[in-house]
């Protein structure tokens, strides 16, 4: 069975160095709307950004069990005590 993934809309893009971005996207896979976390980026080649084979593909589901957690991991971010 092909996997039918449609595109619906970007959210949002973070860059993640000089080469690569964080696209999120609204998408739906097999009619099931999804968020799509896609690491883009460019070649030395070109400029245009391309899909990697990373990501993430998540429900609605697994996003409100998985935010919490995030929520956690960037507070313990915030408090370490980075090296001097």
């Known amino acids: 069975m092909a996997v039918k993934f449609e595109d619906i809309d970007t959210i949002g893009t973070v860059?993640?160095?000089?080469?690569e971005t964080i696209q999120v996207k609204l998408v739906s896979v097999n009619d099931?709307?999804?968020?799509?976390?896609r690491i883009f980026f460019?070649?030395?080649?070109?400029?245009d950004l391309k899909p990697s084979g990373k990501g993430l593909c998540l429900t609605a589901e697994?996003?409100?069990e998985l935010l919490p957690l995030l929520e956690k991991?960037?507070?313990d971010l915030k408090n370490l005590?980075?090296?001097?």
Not at 32 to 37: K, V
Not at 42 to 47: C, P, R
Not at 81 to 84: D, I, L, S
């Open 15 to 19: 860059a993640k160095n000089k080469r």
């Open 32 to 37: 099931r709307p999804c968020l799509d976390f």
């Open 42 to 47: 460019t070649t030395a080649d070109s400029d």
């Open 62 to 64: 697994c996003m409100t």
């Open 73 to 75: 991991g960037l507070a």
């Open 81 to 84: 005590k980075t090296p001097e």
